[in-house]
Nanobody
Framework: QVQLVESGGGLVQAGGSLRLSCEASGRTFSMYAICWFRQTPGKGREFLAAVRWSSTYTYVDDSVKGRFTISRDNAKNTVYLQMNSLKPEDTAIYFC????????????????WGQGTQVTVSS
């Protein structure tokens, strides 16, 4: 089992920045990747970014590339999502998720999820 806890969400003005954290615990050695998704009411979860747990490989979706970056600190078992130049349309609940075998755009392929953290961007 892997447990994930997100933090760092909040209210920010358009153009501002936030850094989200995803702290992992449990059988972290079994993780292949940790990814960030977000979800708005009435929509499915949108893939944003991924980081391999045991290498330096990172991937950021084109939809947020140039504004969002993903990184990890293995010593702290934590993955970060740095979000800059935030826009009102970035308002969503942000989730981190872990997959033991691959990086996937499909939320259903992820075994473990955090509880989510709300990000609200005001105009």
């Amino acid at each position: 089992q892997v447990q994930l806890v997100e933090s760092g969400g909040g209210l920010v003005q358009a153009g501002g920045s936030l850094r989200l954290s995803c702290e992992a615990s449990g059988r972290t050695f079994s993780m292949y990747a940790i990814c960030w998704f977000r979800q708005t009411p009435g929509k499915g979860r949108e893939f944003l970014a991924a980081v391999r747990w045991s290498s330096t490989y990172t991937y950021v979706d084109d939809s947020v590339k140039g504004r969002f970056t993903i990184s990890r600190d293995n010593a702290k078992n934590t993955v970060y999502l740095q979000m800059n130049s935030l826009k009102p349309e970035d308002t969503a609940i942000y989730f981190c998720a872990a997959n033991p075998t691959r990086i996937s755009y499909t939320p259903e392929n992820y075994n473990y999820w955090g509880q989510g953290t709300q990000v609200t961007v005001s105009s």
